[in-house]
Every structure is written in structure tokens, then in C-alpha cells.
């Protein structure tokens, strides 16, 4: 006997529909799994057998064949023991399938007929509501993140058995949505209000934040540069729920969804160590999982101690910062991540850390400053858009007990600039707008049309050109900085102090990497 349930596989952070076929017919007994499976699917076969066997039922002596169609689609993973083990079933006239309707069967069968979570439940959901599945058969610990796409029928079951009498029409499983549960508060470990000091920093953040810009800081050891790194996602807006839905499918994908909460509804913030691979930052492996840059997608990908990291991993970066998107092609297969995020980065001046410093104890020499800084080459440099320097902090702000200005008054500000930019890009036809959309995202044609510069801005900017020896991708970022300044303040021109501000944080490449 024949029988055909539905599974899928995992393209990128996006679900393919597969059909998991079973054949039963007379011959020499024999168990076999076709359609281009790993490792993992091929061991299903002695998963499946005791699976069924502890759940009381038996392997008749047939001959077992399974197909995983479409055969010439590499396939991973164990979300398909679950599938198999019912059309086993079903093709030796073992059960009888009452339930109507189509479902997507998903799950990894333990030894005794138990169900274990599988990852990429979150891509199956939003693929099966798309393709019109009346439901989805699922482990019980997968339920709460299948659950967040709404109007599709989640079953989550605990085991083998629960399986079969839902599919008999014996069982009716618990399937509470929860979708609409989302948290109300949003807690961050570093407020704005708690850095003393550094303006400057704080400053330059707040537009970085409004306008999606890249950012650089320079300065010594304790100047407070990771601290106010780690404080950007507290003034960044809020994750709306389609955003939160494309950034869950990388975690999902990954498995590393939150178990207390199976949605991502805060903005990633991702700091890897400079130990990193180049496969961990942007992504890889024979079978290509998201790196550090996709998982920070909609967030911020933070990289402290910036010269650190390997010069080819650093290298790797150039491509997704530009594109917002990272390729990995392999022999049979080309996977496409998304990689919208936001780079922050955070270096020393020098080996020893004091170069440029008020305490003047600076031991190295001219030579070992240049090597040091030409560990960042100068094309990644020119991809991010601001350049900034922390200076030591003083004691008198260290000491004083005044309050600064709060992440919650300042991410209000933010807000309302990405809000002027959402309402400029939203009638761009060749675009697809989405609620992040920022002044970095501009193409050549948007900043020629939404950056004009009256004659004596013109004039100005001929002069930094000249001066700082911009490149063509400089002066764009200038452009594209000052329209997110105006915003800030509300301002339909960009006027000349804005594009000052904004030529200023252009400058730190040239002084240091002339």
C-alpha cells in the first residue's frame, strides 16, 4: 500500500513544501530512505522502528520504501521521523487516517515514541498558512512558537500515539493560540541616563539610532565605549510584528528561539567575540546555517575590540553591509540571509590604548600605531557611515550626581525621525518599505532626490571633498547623515550646520588612516 504526508525543508530562513512518500509492498524485507537525506534522516530508520514497536505497534515484513520528493532537494535533519513513522503505519494497514483536512507533520521520534522539538518550526507555520494547510502536527514544546502565526490550526502532540488518535479522530488536542501575547515592558540592562559624561558619544549614537547608521568609536580603555554601545538598543525603535516574525525565522532556523517566549519582540543585540569565525560572523558550513550578522538582523551587531578579529572574518563584512543581505553558495545550493543591521564597533587608538590621551602615557611608536590601525583596511571603513572619538572621562562628570537625559525621552526623538523617514520612502514604487526603513538604506537616486543642497552647501562640499579626499561612498554617507540630523530636528532642508555636524563624523579615517 502507498500512502503520502507532508513535511518540509529548510531553504535560508524560508520552508519548502516535501512530500514524504511510502511505499509497502511484498518482497524481501528491507527498510530503505531515498530523496537526498543526511546522515540524520537516514538513521530515522531505526528511530521509526523502535518508535513504533514501544508505541504497540509492528513492523510487518514488507518491503519499505520512502521517498523524500522533490529527490534532487538536499534534505537535513530530524523532522521527519514523525512523518515516516504515520506513513508507515498507514501503508501497512495498521491505522486509518478520520481527521479531514491537510496538515504539515513535523517531529523527531525518540526511542520509546516520545516527541522531541525540532528547529524551523516558526519558517513551517508561516509556509503552511501560506499554502493553505488546515493545521500543523507538531512536538507539544514547538506548539508556542508555531502558535504565533495566526489563522492556521496548531496540534501539538506529546508523543507517537497522541498523533494517531488525533489523525483517528480519537484525541482532541489542546490548541490554545497564543499569538497575541506579547510582553508590555521592555528592560534593558544600560540606560542613556547612566553614562557620565561623554555628549559627544551620546550624540553621535542618537543619530546612528535614527537614521540606521554604522558607527565607529575610538578611544582608550575605559572611556566608556562598550557601555554606551550596550545602551543603542534601549533608544531604538520598537520591533513591529512583521519584523518580528522575519527576525524569529533566523532564530528559529538557528534553534535559538527563547523557550519562555517563542517570538523575538526586542531588537537583537549581538556582540561575538573577536575569537570568532568567518563562518560564525556572517555564516556557512557545508549545511549554511545564519552567522552573528544575520542573527542581529533588525537590531545591532556590536564588535568590541575591533582590530582584534581576523582580518579576512573583518573582510567578510563588506558585502552584507552593502547589500543588507549575505549569499552563501555551495556545489548543489546558493542560500540567502538576510543581514539588515545595524554595526557598531569599538577599538583602541594604539596597542598600548592611550594614544591621543590626556594622561600623555602612550609608549607606542608611530610605526606600531599605523600597524595597529591598518588592521581595519580602509574600503570596510568607508562603509561605516560615522567615525567617532571617546575621550577619557573627566572626574568632574565622573563624580557629578547630575541626571543625564534617558534612553526613554530619547527614544522618542528616534522614533519620530524614523517616522518622517517611513512617510518619505513610503511612496517609492521601486522599493519594498518596510517599518525599518532608514536614511542608511537610501540608494543614489533617494539621496539626489531627498538630499538637496542649496549653492552655498554645494560649495561647501566641493570644499570637504577636496579637502578630506572623500570617496564617492564618503560623500553619499555625509549626504545620507545630515538628512537623519535635519530629521532629528525637524527640518524639511538639510542646513548647513547639519551637514557641519555631519562632515565631522567623517573625518576620523583621514586623520588616523591617511
Same mark, same amino acid.
Not at 509492498?25 to 540524520?40: E, V
Not at 488525533?166 to 510582553?183: A, K
Not at 606600531?368 to 567615525?387: N, T
Given at each position: ?26 518482497? &524481501? ?62 501503508? !501497512? ?6 481527521? +479531514? ?25 508561516? $509556509? ?11 512536538? +507539544? ?16 502532540? %506529546? ?84 519584523? &518580528?516574525?522575519? !527576525? ?11 523557550? %519562555? ?27 549554511? &546555517? ?22 579576512? !572574518? ?37 596597542? #598600548? ?10 609608549? #607606542? ?20 557611515? &560615522? ?42 514604487? %521601486? ?23 542649496? !549653492?552655498?552647501?554645494?560649495?561647501? $562640499?566641493?570644499? $570637504? ?50
Amino acid at each position: 500500500m502507498f500512502a503520502t504526508l507532508c513535511a518540509i525543508t529548510l531553504h535560508g530562513v524560508d520552508a519548502i513544501e516535501v512530500a514524504v512518500e511510502l511505499d509497502a509492498s511484498n518482497g &524481501m524485507p528491507s527498510f530503505q530512505i531515498g530523496g537526498l537525506g543526511d546522515s540524520a534522516i537516514k538513521e530515522s530508520k531505526q528511530r521509526v522502528i523502535s518508535a513504533i514497536k514501544n508505541s504497540g505497534y509492528k513492523i510487518p515484513p514488507r518491503r519499505i520504501t520512502v521517498n523524500l520528493a522533490p529527490a534532487d532537494l538536499k534534505k537535513e535533519g530530524t523532522c521527519y521521523d514523525l512523518a515516516i513513522a504515520i506513513g508507515l503505519l498507514i501503508a !501497512t494497514n495498521q491505522i486509518e487516517i478520520l481527521i +479531514k483536512g491537510k496538515f504539515l507533520i513535523l517531529g523527531e521520534l525518540s526511542l520509546d515514541g516520545k516527541l522531541r522539538p525540532v528547529s524551523g518550526i516558526l519558517p513551517a507555520a508561516i $509556509m503552511a498558512k501560506k499554502q493553505q494547510y488546515d493545521g500543523l502536527i507538531l512536538p +507539544k514544546e514547538n506548539q508556542s512558537e508555531a502558535s504565533v502565526v495566526e489563522d492556521i490550526k496548531i496540534i501539538g502532540v %506529546n508523543n507517537l500515539l497522541e498523533a494517531i488518535k488525533f489523525l483517528s479522530n480519537e484525541f482532541i488536542p489542546n490548541t490554545t493560540e497564543i499569538h497575541n501575547i506579547i510582553p508590555n515592558n521592555e528592560n534593558y540592562p544600560v540606560d542613556f541616563s547612566d553614562i557620565k559624561g561623554q555628549e559627544g558619544v551620546k550624540r553621535a549614537l542618537t543619530i546612528a539610532a535614527a537614521g540606521g547608521h554604522n558607527l565607529i568609536c575610538i578611544g582608550p580603555p575605559g572611556s566608556g565605549k562598550t557601555m554606551s554601545a550596550r545602551a543603542i538598543p534601549s533608544i531604538l525603535p520598537s520591533l513591529s510584528k512583521p519584523e &518580528m516574525l522575519e !527576525t524569529s525565522k533566523i532564530y528559529s532556523v538557528a534553534g535559538l528561539l527563547p523557550t %519562555n517566549y517563542p517570538l523575538i519582540h526586542t531588537r537583537p543585540f549581538r556582540a561575538p567575540h573577536h575569537s570568532i569565525s568567518e563562518a560564525g560572523l556572517v555564516g556557512g558550513g557545508s549545511n549554511p &546555517m545564519p552567522g552573528e550578522v544575520s542573527l542581529s538582523h533588525n537590531g545591532v551587531l556590536f564588535l568590541d575590540e575591533l582590530t582584534e578579529f581576523n582580518l579576512r !572574518t573583518l573582510e567578510s563584512l563588506r558585502q552584507p553591509l552593502e547589500d543588507k543581505k549575505i549569499t552563501i553558495s555551495r556545489a548543489k545550493r546558493t542560500v540567502t540571509f538576510p543581514s539588515n543591521t545595524m554595526l557598531l564597533a569599538a577599538m583602541n587608538p594604539c596597542p #598600548c590604548g592611550f594614544y591621543g590621551s590626556n594622561s600623555n602615557s602612550c609608549t #607606542c611608536t608611530s610605526n606600531q600605531i599605523q600597524k595597529y590601525l591598518s588592521k581595519v583596511s580602509g574600503p570596510l571603513l568607508d562603509r561605516i557611515d &560615522m567615525h567617532i572619538e571617546a575621550p577619557p572621562v573627566n572626574k568632574t562628570d565622573l563624580l557629578s550626581n547630575t541626571k543625564s537625559e534617558t534612553s526613554a525621552s530619547i527614544k522618542i526623538k528616534v522614533e519620530n525621525a524614523r517616522n518622517v523617514q517611513l512617510k518619505r520612502f513610503q511612496n517609492q514604487s %521601486n522599493m519594498q518599505i518596510h517599518s525599518c526603513y532608514s536614511n542608511s538604506d537610501m540608494n543614489p537616486r533617494q539621496i539626489k532626490q531627498f538630499c538637496l543642497l542649496n !549653492t552655498q552647501n554645494t560649495k561647501l $562640499m566641493e570644499k $570637504m571633498f577636496d579637502n578630506l579626499n572623500f570617496s564617492a561612498r564618503s560623500y553619499n554617507k555625509v549626504l545620507k547623515i545630515a538628512r537623519t540630523i535635519a530629521d532629528l530636528d525637524d527640518s524639511k532642508n538639510i542646513e548647513q550646520n547639519h551637514l557641519l555636524e555631519a562632515i565631522q563624523y567623517r573625518t576620523l579615517d583621514r586623520k588616523y588612516w591617511g
